[in-house]
């Protein structure tokens, strides 16, 4: 099968980055290929980012023919009903995946994300989405997107603090990382907290394998109707 | 003060209608002028219309440069939290300014909106705005957002059938009118029906000149901080 | 048009100051009167004092003949239910349109009254209203209401410290000041901490004329039917 | 141990009628007295009537002295918040009593009150005390308080109908009779209907007796705390 | 009356001191046993340990046949769903009666169990019970069940120390001792702390005597109907 | 990697059907054993059962020592959390991964189960895991789990009734079929009525395989903390 990952900001690099990752966890027989907006926001960071990418990668899901399902690989899950409108393969966003595997590992999460102005929007999907008691927080560590590229020590410093925190003060079990640019760091921080640690980009690819696997279909009726014209 | 009207489809006439509705609803000294994107959806009517319109809307309110305040005129208050980020004016969406109001003049109130396609996101919105304890149905009349404008007796009849149900099964007691196309209905059918039936436009009209009354600016703290590039 | 201000409490130097404050936020051609029961409590302070007042207001109300719409000027919305009862005018709460209009200028924000006992109400009606998801935290500044009439140094600087922690601890994004005597210390504390601070007076007063201006009516049918005998 | 059971309403024959059927819920050493204000309202229908009679009953408990727990006779628990501030013996009302016990039977039950006025104000009892997921419908049988006194064959009809109807087509499994006038009927309907049919007077005479068993007390911290003058 | 007490874990000692708390709540008349299981974990911390009694409760009330009703004496209502299917007898847990009576004395109360793995199951409860508006925290004091028996001043010391924070941090009014080996603290932590500190083992068994005293039957129909083979 | 399917009754029969299904969708490389107790209910019919079978489903997790996850293969997700505890390895439910995947499809779906007594432990989990904005409806076909084997057309007939009335009265997008008996049906099904129909043997199946191909691992800090003894 072939899964066709949609990176909604226009950096490349990190497109690569999330394609890379997102290979390691293909079952044999799945192929995936990654794509980007070429103009657009360099980071999605809040809800303007958000929607004035949304016809970029429309346009882009509708000029590509050839895939079983769509992953969304950023953590506000960008354009997902309007996604699934236009197309009955499953279409997958990371942050609900991540939530939901959280979900079935613990009995109560938080999700650490970049800045303060992508809380809200991750706190109305959770919510939305129906998990609000199992997750029970959503907090900013306070370093943007792009700065995660880098990953200075500093940077890895304060996520750490933070995991930290959630645990001793609100009794959390399970960690997920709210931004794509976390993917490389679940690993190395669920051994050293010792509980579990997820990113966006495992689950998502591998919940989209899974539902073409069971040949499941978007509903065309109601919500996700075909559009009338596109 | 001046208000801004942002029709979210390319239908002029009906953006003209929206305008002359409005402005019955001006409080002297309010100037009123509406405006609606070239290019886009005719008519909004479910996720895929709504997305996809949103940028224009956003460049669209970015080049009118003199309001005090921006109402959104489709029921699915399109693009709104987006919007807020581009401005510390207020922005009220139509569609949450109806179910507010009918929340303060009954204990339990249905919208009625054109496709079925239209409600889960209006449902979502709802359930947002934390009104659906208050708001007991969403529910589709069948009848397209342009049909409206025609307004036959035959979908005329749809909609009175449909009140009609709501108040004998469902104890509804007061009704929203969940499209911008509707706006003249609202005074018959509160007449006929003889509980209050809501259009937005009015709330959406008098919403935004209230909280520029009172002096309100959108918080650029969090969610709605201005975007890094716009 | 003509608004009738009710102040639930006896302390008519509350109720001139109030009235002094409504009148700011009369739209041209709205005349605003102001009046309180002469027997009951000085203020209400919880359960107790709001329970005790709603006959005498009922009877302020019924001789009041002259009114389009009617605003509680407590911000327990004191009596709302039972008063919209005797009337098919409007009446709007200035603490249910405090937390409407906060709910439109930011994703999250908090509501700063007076006692620990005033708490509970009006955390259950912002449960009630639906907006317990915006609405983040109810907390007591522990100054009385009588208290903030003379405001010395001391409880304005209780108020600050209360908003710089909910700005701080919870990413609060704009703060609602949960009592009437509070009115004029909004523009300065929104200034002071670079959000939006709203008071209720001011909405109370915008959205009644708001509704009056749409030619709103109290649903007679289910639960504001006119009572049997009153 | 002595319970007082004020009746919120004027209709002494209606206070008799309860103080018989309460003394049958008396454990051995109970006593059991029942009174009711003299001026207000002759039944309590809707938010008006509750409304007006709580001063009534607060000045009729101040006189009481001797007791160690009130029952609030009425479904909708007329004034229960405010007259829990004035003593710190246990206060229960029927409504929530029946609701509580109910949900100990049956893992969905129903309410059949009086008039369509009381519905909204038993659903937001309902909501606040959190049983919403328990308790699926609350329905009007369309007859009057008073007339539930000499309850005549097509009274008894209407109430069976729905009783069948709520069963047949939302699987309810208890129902509770939301209304003291209705307390004669819960042994027979629950024997024709086939499943656990409930009245609030029992309840609530029986967990105000389990109350003071074990020496509870109602909080004086917070929202119950003593008024600052009563 | 006959109410029988199931003690879920096998620790003899614990059982003797929860039948000997339990029989001070005895109404006049009433006879109350206690029996535990006599294989099967030894406390029930967490949801593996409540899970694997379950059928050994179910056999040992099946054996009793001379009863009225069932208290299950554990906070975590051990197989409160299951044994309801057992019998038409009222079946009540102790964490639901406890939760009840404090959601009646207070406007908000917090639940103090023993370790961190039986929060969840707890917090799940009461969000099924639709008690989580009341119920602001569920927390854990660190102390093992049994280690609850011998209580020395370190662990009292610990207890008190949580809910001096509770009170002051958290705005509680009342508390919930969540386990039944801390029957014996109430009252004192109650006089220290000047707040409503209730246990569950009085609230369960006067509860259970109420529900036997209107004779209420648990539903037979739906969810609790008696099981096709047992 | 190898997946253990716990079917929790101990009709053999059907446990074989459920392993045939299951191995349709296990990716390359995956094995797939399926067991069930040997003792205890033949079908899972309601909370009785679910409960009884639990202890017997663990002591048949602790022999099997090779897997890399287990699904729990009855809807109502068997001992979910127990099982949890006693490995770190995933555990997934059918009913939870159903209502997952059904909720990724469509704005709203409904579960169509076996008998009324199964309804409420299966909306409960539904409403703790948080998909009851979701799911609208949980109804029983009435037909028995071990009916389902033989399929008769009575009773397919009146499944296909159940689900054209759920389309067309409440708007259902998409089915789930809330019985592992079902497994067979879901394609014919979702092809005749046009909107996605799911079982949950294929959901549980490829989720279970995804979180193991992440390397997922239950949290071990708090509710599915290591039993002290098993």
Known sequence: MKILVVNPNTTSKMTEKILESARKFAFPGTTISASNPIVGPESIQGYYDAAVCVPQIIELIKQEKDFDAVVI?????????AIRCITDKPVIGIGEAAAIYAGRLACSFAIITTLSRSVPGIESNIYKYGLGSICKKVVASGIPVLELEKMDPVALDRINVTIHQLIRNFDIEAIVLGCAGMVDLANKLSREHNIPVIEGIGCGITLAQSMVKIGAKTSKSGGYAQ???F
Chains 1, 2, 3, 4, 5, 6 share one sequence.
């Open 73 to 81: 690989s950023c953590f506000d899950d960008t354009g997902l009903d």
């Open 227 to 229: 559009p009338f014209k």
